[in-house]
T-cell receptor, first 114, second 111 residues
Framework: GENVEQHPSTLSVQEGDSAVIKCTYS??????FPWYKQELGKRPQLIID?????GEKKDQRIAVTLNKTAKHFSLHITETQPEDSAVYFC?????????????FGKGTLLTVNP | NAGVTQTPKFRILKIGQSMTLQCAQD?????MYWYRQDPGMGLKLIYY???????DKGEVPNGYNVSRSTTEDFPLRLELAAPSQTSVYFC??????????FGEGSWLTVV
């Protein structure tokens, strides 16, 4: 099955700096790579996703890049703000046999210091 | 649409007790999932279903059972609760574009 590695496990930045979180995956058949933000005590919320036919996608201060050859993808947050503080999860998904499955990384605790 | 609804939100169980976590979605999604999230950890897949009447094991199925009698409902049953099952449980369903929608979570403590 799919294995997703996520680094770093914790990340502390100053407000206004950029933050980068990296993930690698093992299954070359995976074709969908979402990123989730989870605030303390809340459910994970989708913030951005990318599919295997796209190399980069941006949404305001958030961007995701995908390198299918190297099997890694990254989340970039620019001009960080204190409200960006949360746990971020990457995930990879695709068909496994006839079933669709999503595998998560272990998460990155991002702290943005004012 | 209410999305994915889970109940109860909080529950304390004694070792050996059984309970069912309820999950319902009103988006007519075929795929549904149960994840558990231990403190400071990621999400681990317990069971999933690709449609009514079809379920399959995920990464950590031991100690749990599921059923999928309708498209809307996907309850998770804990038999003989153990302290290792203390966790936050998230039900989810998959919609268009493979987007996963999570319920609000159920906090379970086994003492």
């Amino acid at each position: 099955g799919e294995n997703v590695e996520q680094h770093p496990s914790t990340l502390s930045v100053q407000e206004g700096d950029s933050a980068v979180i990296k993930c690698t995956y093992s299954d070359s058949a995976s074709n969908y790579f979402p990123w989730y933000k989870q605030e303390l005590g809340k459910r994970p919320q989708l913030i951005i996703d990318i599919r295997s036919n796209v190399g980069e996608k941006k949404d305001q201060r958030i961007a995701v890049t995908l390198n299918k050859t190297a099997k890694h993808f990254s989340l970039h947050i620019t001009e960080t703000q204190p409200e960006d503080s949360a746990v971020y999860f990457c995930a990879a998904s695709g068909m496994e046999g006839s079933n669709y499955k999503l595998t998560f990384g272990k998460g990155t605790l991002l702290t943005v210091n004012p | 649409n209410a999305g994915v609804t889970q109940t109860p939100k909080f529950r304390i169980l004694k070792i050996g007790q059984s309970m069912t976590l309820q999950c319902a979605q009103d988006m007519n999604h075929n795929y549904m999932y149960w994840y558990r999230q231990d403190p400071g950890m990621g999400l681990k897949l317990i069971y999933y279903s690709v449609g009514a009447g079809i379920t399959d094991k995920g990464e950590v199925p031991n100690g749990y059972n599921v059923s999928r009698s309708t498209t809307e409902d996907f309850p998770l049953r804990l038999e003989l609760a153990a302290p290792s099952q203390t966790s936050v449980y998230f039900c989810a369903s998959m919609g268009a574009g493979n987007t996963i929608y999570f319920g609000e979570g159920s906090w379970l403590t086994v003492v």
